[in-house]
């Protein structure tokens, strides 16, 4: 292990010269060639910022001293602590990521309030508690997590007895929730959107007098109000209300169909429209918690105006495959939030990185998008987001539809249960008097453990209780707060942050924590070429959606 | 139908026999009245009639369109519980019906008059449920007739093929029959219509193709003792071509088994249908189609049972229609049983 670290070392200070000699005229790194009290590692990119093989934004990332890491931007990033603090970018012992080959999927190992002790797969993951913790240990021993697919279920084992808490309780259950006086509903804030997306390149949805018909057609109010549970909204933009850059007052479509028609007519459909299959998948999300039945009412809403469409219903993975390849040319699709910035619903999906899932994109749209997210000043931001609310009613890509609220239920016993936001809720604070285990029921099985390469939410929470970012998210909101970081500043133009990581931290296998282990976890992911980036499908998506793309990226790109 | 050799087939059976032959009628009309004879074939003939006479008169009976959404229309929510009006003119005013009427209506059975009477409540989008499972009937009938006539017919000539000519032709059509057997008949028909893509149609279509087996391997056994009878051989004798003996003589006495085989196998069919449908699989998610029905509104199991409970029923009561009276015809073409 040892030998293969000071490899690894020897090439990255070779790499350090060789990036040192080809970029001199590089003035962001103000500071000299570190010295080398620690095993000081340094990864140093920037001179392939802005050239045509590099997409991503990351320049540098290098460990200053034993508990210091810095980061060196192409371009300022005003969202980097959140996006750092996302639980895809937790840190995991360097010797470890080695020892597994880049994939610790099934064993990982973190810093977090509790270690994994078994995953069996098909029936359950156990966690016990990390006697070692740095921060206040958990009062709870044992965390169970189990999963059901069917809301009806989950509602059952709960009332049954057999499990604490569950997650998403069915939109029709939220009334038996509240008045059984053993269990206690926590409604999460809507950090969603759901939205009636357009590949804009396959006709007839090439046309934006389609597209804005059919934005005219629907009647938001009649799918919220019916479909959608206590504490849902209807969207009036692509941003949900907790998202700081939310604008007052945007523009969007309503409810007209006469206007719908008379777009129709002017696109040269009086007599109405054949538009193919609206596609969808059946799986609920907190966005759309029922949707084949949202599908059936908006293709009877769309068939009042002359829209005529057929339903598609397609297995889970496949329909999300088709919607990144931009297969699907009309679909029923959302997004909740990973972390609370304009950034991660705009860029992810509108941005000039986005994939084909809207067709080619607009320019417009892509160049303020890109302003927006190097924009320090939050008033501009906000003025800038504003305009993007503007062009994406213009050209009407996707229309937003509803903000989802969702729930979770716990027995009334459990202390401290909460719903967060962001669908990470910590076990680590709850408690319940007289027991030594918390069993959880959630939709489904996580598909690995190793969540730098994982974008579902089932194995995201429980990665959250097992790894540690950097920073953190508040428990039961969406402050970022410091984590393994104790804390972290900026230089004044936000290319450059450096992180203080705390002291004495442990991992669960006793090794202890230093920079060299955060710059090894972002490695692995940043660098394509590296041995170890390696996961479980490879596709590193989240990192790639974070900040723009990979060092030495596969030359065959996008296909997955 | 050439049914006037019947009974040689079953020449060695014994003293039933005579009995059988004495009984006025071709085979057909017999085995019909010795069914019904027995109380549960009239139950299940009697089921699968009003289930034919629904599909029939479907948009006669039902109060509201297949897909006709009622959300805005009538302001009720989704999902409303069943609301029958039992205060209805028509009904004699006798002092027992008023006051079972009362009762029902203390009980929650009735609902005012001013609101809109849905027999089965509401479904997740608002539309009539009674409605849905009238012209659900269509579907699931439709379906099955469909699925077990092709699966007999392509069965019948392999079978008729293999048992008739034996050898090569015979290993090589029971070989590959054995291997669809091979596999759990479900997975299989899962396996075809994801290959297929999902479709009312595709879905009919593998449930058939996983039946044909069974169809054909019964032909064949009935063929292998038919081709031996001494009319065979007399026709054979008299240079009568094979495809006229096949369709002349031996097919007309290998029916018997196959119409049993049929009849279960519209239970089957009925249950396999509504399967790939509550996977999703059968096509349409708007269709009225019970095992869809079913699906959609699983969830809603504890909350508004009725979406559950009468897709259910349905598909139940059509199974057993078909098994009933499968059962009946069983007991009455098996000369074993006749006494």
Same mark, same amino acid.
């Given at each position: 292990?040892?030998?293969?670290?000071?490899?690894?070392?020897?090439?990255?200070?070779?790499?350090?010269?060789?990036?040192?000699?080809?970029?001199?005229?590089?003035?962001?790194?103000?500071?000299?060639?570190?010295?080398?009290?620690?095993?000081?590692?340094?990864?140093? #990119?920037?001179?392939?910022?802005?050239?045509?093989?590099?997409?991503?934004?990351?320049?540098?990332?290098?460990?200053?001293? #034993?508990?210091?890491?810095?980061?060196?931007?192409?371009?300022?990033?005003?969202?980097?602590?959140?996006?750092?603090?996302?639980?895809?970018?937790?840190?995991?012992?360097?010797?470890?990521? =080695?020892?597994?080959?880049?994939?610790?999927?099934?064993?990982?190992?973190?810093?977090?309030?509790?270690?994994?002790?078994?995953?069996?797969?098909?029936?359950?993951?156990?966690?016990?508690?990390?006697?070692?913790?740095?921060?206040?240990?958990?009062? /709870?021993?044992?965390?169970?997590?189990?999963?059901?697919?069917?809301?009806? &279920?989950?509602?059952?084992?709960?009332?049954?007895?057999?499990?604490?808490?569950?997650?998403?309780?069915?939109? #029709?259950?939220?009334?038996?929730?509240?008045?059984?006086?053993?269990?206690?509903?926590?409604?999460?804030?809507?950090?969603?959107?759901? $939205?009636?997306?357009?590949?804009?390149?396959?006709?007839?949805?090439?046309?934006?007098?389609?597209?804005?018909?059919?934005? $005219?057609?629907?009647?938001?109010?009649?799918?919220?109000?019916?479909?959608?549970?206590?504490?849902?909204?209807?969207?009036?933009?692509?941003?949900?209300?907790?998202?700081?850059?939310?604008?007052?007052?945007?523009?969007?479509?309503?409810?007209?169909?006469?206007?719908?028609?008379?777009?129709?007519?002017?696109?040269?459909?009086?007599?109405?429209?054949?538009?193919?299959?609206?596609?969808?998948?059946?799986?609920?999300?907190? $966005? !759309?918690? &029922?949707?084949?039945?949202?599908?059936?009412?908006?293709?009877? &809403?769309?068939?009042?105006?002359?829209?005529?469409?057929?339903?598609?219903?397609?297995?889970?993975?496949?329909?999300?495959?088709?919607?990144?390849?931009?297969?699907?040319?009309?679909?029923?699709?959302?997004?909740?939030?990973?972390?609370?910035?304009?950034?991660?619903?705009?860029?992810?999906?509108?941005?000039?990185?986005?994939?084909?899932?809207?067709?080619?994109?607009?320019?417009?749209?892509? #160049?303020? !998008?890109?302003?927006?997210?190097?924009?320090?000043?939050?008033? =501009?931001?906000?003025?800038?987001?504003?305009?993007?609310?503007?062009?994406?009613?213009?050209?009407?890509?996707?229309?937003?539809?509803?903000?989802?609220?969702?729930?979770?239920?716990?027995?009334?016993?459990?202390?401290?249960?909460?719903?967060?936001?962001?669908?990470?809720?910590?076990?680590?604070?709850?408690? /319940?008097?007289?027991?030594?285990?918390?069993?959880?029921?959630?939709?489904?099985?996580?598909?690995?453990? $190793?969540?730098?390469?994982?974008?579902?939410?089932?194995?995201?929470?429980?990665?959250?209780?097992?790894?540690?970012?950097?920073?953190?998210?508040?428990?039961?909101?969406?402050?970022?707060?410091?984590?393994?970081? =104790?804390?972290?500043?900026?230089?004044?133009?936000?290319?450059?942050?450096?992180?203080?990581?705390?002291?004495?931290?442990?991992?669960?296998?006793?090794?202890?924590?230093?920079?060299?282990?955060?710059?090894?976890?972002?490695?692995?992911?940043?660098?394509?070429?590296?041995?170890?980036?390696?996961?479980?499908?490879?596709?590193?998506?989240?990192?790639?959606?974070?900040?723009?793309?990979?060092?030495?990226?596969?030359?065959?790109?996008?296909?997955? | 139908?050439?049914?006037?050799?019947?009974?040689?087939?079953?020449?060695?059976?014994?003293?039933?026999?005579?009995?059988?032959?004495?009984?006025?009628?071709?085979?057909?009309?017999?085995?019909?009245?010795?069914?019904?004879?027995?109380?549960?074939?009239?139950?299940?003939?009697?089921?699968?009639?009003?289930?034919?006479?629904?599909?029939?008169?479907?948009?006669?009976?039902?109060?509201?369109?297949?897909?006709?959404?009622?959300?805005?229309?009538?302001?009720?929510?989704?999902?409303?519980?069943?609301?029958?009006?039992?205060?209805?003119?028509?009904?004699?005013?006798?002092?027992?019906?008023?006051?079972?009427?009362?009762?029902?209506?203390?009980?929650?059975?009735?609902?005012?008059?001013?609101?809109?009477?849905?027999?089965?409540?509401?479904?997740?989008?608002?539309?009539?449920?009674?409605?849905?499972?009238?012209?659900?009937? @269509?579907?699931? +009938?439709?379906?099955?007739?469909?699925?077990?006539?092709?699966?007999?017919?392509?069965?019948?000539?392999?079978? +008729?093929?293999?048992?008739?000519?034996?050898?090569?032709?015979?290993?090589?059509?029971?070989?590959?029959?054995?291997?669809?057997?091979?596999?759990?008949?479900?997975?299989?028909?899962?396996?075809?219509?994801?290959?297929?893509?999902?479709?009312?149609?595709?879905?009919?279509?593998?449930?058939?193709?996983?039946?044909?087996?069974?169809?054909?391997?019964?032909? @064949?056994? @009935?063929?292998?003792?038919?081709?031996?009878?001494?009319?065979?051989?007399?026709?054979?004798?008299?240079?009568?071509?094979?495809?006229?003996?096949?369709?002349?003589?031996?097919?007309?006495?290998?029916?018997?088994?196959?119409?049993?085989?049929?009849? +279960?196998?519209?239970?089957?069919?009925?249950?396999?249908?509504?399967?790939?449908?509550?996977?999703?699989?059968?096509?349409?998610?708007?269709?009225?189609?019970?095992? @869809?029905?079913?699906?959609?509104?699983?969830?809603?199991?504890?909350?508004?049972?009725?979406?559950?409970?009468?897709?259910?029923?349905?598909?139940?009561?059509?199974?057993?229609?078909?098994?009933?009276?499968?059962?009946?015809?069983?007991?009455?073409?098996?000369?074993?049983?006749?006494?």
């Amino acid at each position: 292990m040892r030998r293969q670290r000071t490899r690894w070392l020897a090439l990255l200070v070779a790499f350090g010269l060789v990036a040192a000699a080809c970029g001199g005229d590089d003035d962001e790194s103000g500071d000299g060639p570190e010295e080398a009290d620690f095993e000081a590692v340094a990864i140093d #990119e920037s001179d392939q910022c802005g050239t045509e093989g590099y997409t991503g934004n990351l320049a540098a990332i290098e460990a200053v001293d #034993e508990l210091t890491v810095r980061f060196t931007l192409c371009e300022p990033d005003v969202a980097f602590p959140a996006k750092v603090a996302f639980s895809a970018l937790g840190i995991h012992p360097s010797e470890h990521l =080695e020892a597994t080959g880049g994939a610790p999927i099934d064993n990982p190992i973190g810093t977090g309030p509790y270690r994994l002790e078994a995953w069996e797969r098909g029936s359950q993951i156990v966690l016990t508690a990390n006697e070692d913790y740095w921060g206040e240990p958990p009062s /709870i021993p044992t965390v169970v997590f189990r999963w059901s697919a069917e809301s009806a &279920q989950r509602l059952v084992e709960l009332q049954s007895g057999d499990v604490d808490g569950i997650d998403n309780v069915g939109t #029709e259950d939220f009334a038996t929730v509240q008045d059984d006086p053993d269990l206690q509903l926590l409604e999460r804030e809507p950090l969603n959107v759901f $939205y009636l997306g357009f590949n804009v390149d396959k006709p007839p949805f090439d046309d934006p007098l389609v597209r804005q018909a059919i934005g $005219y057609a629907i009647d938001k109010e009649r799918i919220v109000e019916n479909f959608y549970p206590e504490g849902s909204q209807v969207a009036d933009q692509f941003l949900p209300p907790g998202i700081p850059q939310y604008e007052e007052g945007a523009e969007t479509f309503t409810y007209d169909p006469e206007r719908a028609r008379q777009l129709l007519a002017e696109a040269g459909y009086p007599d109405g429209i054949d538009v193919g299959p609206l596609s969808y998948r059946a799986e609920p999300r907190p $966005y !759309l918690p &029922q949707p084949p039945q949202v599908a059936s009412d908006i293709r009877d &809403q769309l068939a009042q105006v002359g829209i005529r469409a057929t339903l598609d219903e397609q297995e889970s993975g496949t329909f999300i495959d088709n919607a990144n390849t931009g297969n699907l040319s009309f679909y029923m699709l959302g997004w909740g939030a990973d972390f609370p910035d304009a950034t991660n619903f705009w860029d992810f999906h509108f941005g000039a990185g986005a994939s084909p899932q809207f067709g080619t994109g607009f320019p417009d749209l892509h #160049e303020v !998008l890109a302003e927006a997210g190097s924009t320090t000043d939050e008033e =501009e931001r906000a003025e800038l987001y504003a305009q993007a609310n503007d062009l994406l009613f213009e050209h009407a890509p996707a229309i937003p539809i509803a903000y989802g609220g969702s729930a979770v239920a716990f027995k009334a016993e459990v202390e401290g249960a909460h719903a967060s936001p962001l669908s990470n809720e910590q076990f680590a604070a709850m408690s /319940i008097e007289g027991q030594d285990q918390l069993v959880w029921m959630q939709n489904g099985e996580p598909s690995g453990l $190793y969540c730098a390469d994982e974008t579902d939410g089932e194995a995201l929470r429980v990665c959250e209780q097992i790894n540690e970012s950097l920073l953190g998210y508040e428990v039961g909101g969406t402050e970022v707060v410091p984590l393994l970081a =104790e804390d972290y500043e900026s230089n004044e133009d936000l290319t450059e942050w450096t992180f203080h990581l705390r002291e004495g931290v442990t991992f669960h296998d006793g090794t202890s924590l230093d920079a060299g282990d955060v710059v090894a976890s972002y490695r692995v992911q940043w660098d394509a070429a590296d041995p170890l980036h390696v996961g479980r499908d490879g596709l590193f998506t989240y990192f790639e959606a974070l900040f723009g793309g990979f060092l030495n990226p596969p030359p065959a790109e996008g296909e997955a | 139908m050439a049914v006037e050799e019947i009974p040689l087939g079953e020449q060695q059976a014994g003293d039933a026999e005579p009995a059988l032959q004495l009984e006025r009628g071709g085979l057909w009309r017999q085995a019909l009245r010795q069914t019904f004879r027995k109380r549960s074939a009239v139950a299940g003939g009697v089921i699968l009639g009003l289930l034919l006479f629904i599909a029939l008169f479907a948009p006669v009976i039902a109060p509201y369109g297949e897909r006709e959404v009622l959300i805005a229309t009538e302001g009720l929510r989704p999902r409303a519980e069943p609301c029958i009006h039992l205060s209805v003119d028509w009904i004699p005013d006798v002092p027992v019906l008023s006051r079972a009427e009362s009762f029902l209506e203390a009980n929650g059975f009735s609902c005012p008059s001013d609101r809109p009477q849905h027999l089965m409540g509401l479904d997740g989008n608002g539309r009539d449920v009674f409605s849905r499972i009238l012209y659900g009937a @269509r579907t699931s +009938l439709v379906a099955s007739v469909g699925a077990v006539g092709f699966a007999v017919v392509c069965g019948t000539v392999l079978g +008729l093929v293999a048992g008739f000519f034996g050898g090569r032709i015979d290993n090589v059509v029971m070989r590959v029959m054995d291997v669809l057997l091979a596999f759990p008949a479900l997975l299989l028909a899962i396996a075809i219509v994801t290959a297929r893509g999902p479709g009312l149609f595709n879905a009919v279509l593998a449930v058939s193709v996983v039946t044909i087996p069974v169809y054909a391997r019964v032909i @064949r056994s @009935r063929v292998l003792s038919v081709r031996e009878q001494d009319f065979v051989a007399a026709d054979r004798a008299l240079g009568v071509s094979n495809a006229r003996i096949l369709v002349h003589r031996v097919l007309p006495n290998s029916l018997t088994p196959l119409v049993v085989q049929a009849t +279960l196998g519209m239970a089957t069919a009925v249950l396999e249908l509504a399967a790939l449908s509550f996977f999703g699989l059968a096509g349409d998610p708007d269709t009225a189609e019970w095992g @869809r029905m079913l699906s959609v509104e699983r969830n809603q199991l504890f909350t508004s049972p009725h979406l559950v409970f009468y897709p259910g029923l349905m598909i139940m009561l059509n199974v057993l229609a078909f098994n009933l009276i499968g059962d009946g015809l069983r007991d009455a073409l098996d000369p074993r049983l006749n006494s």
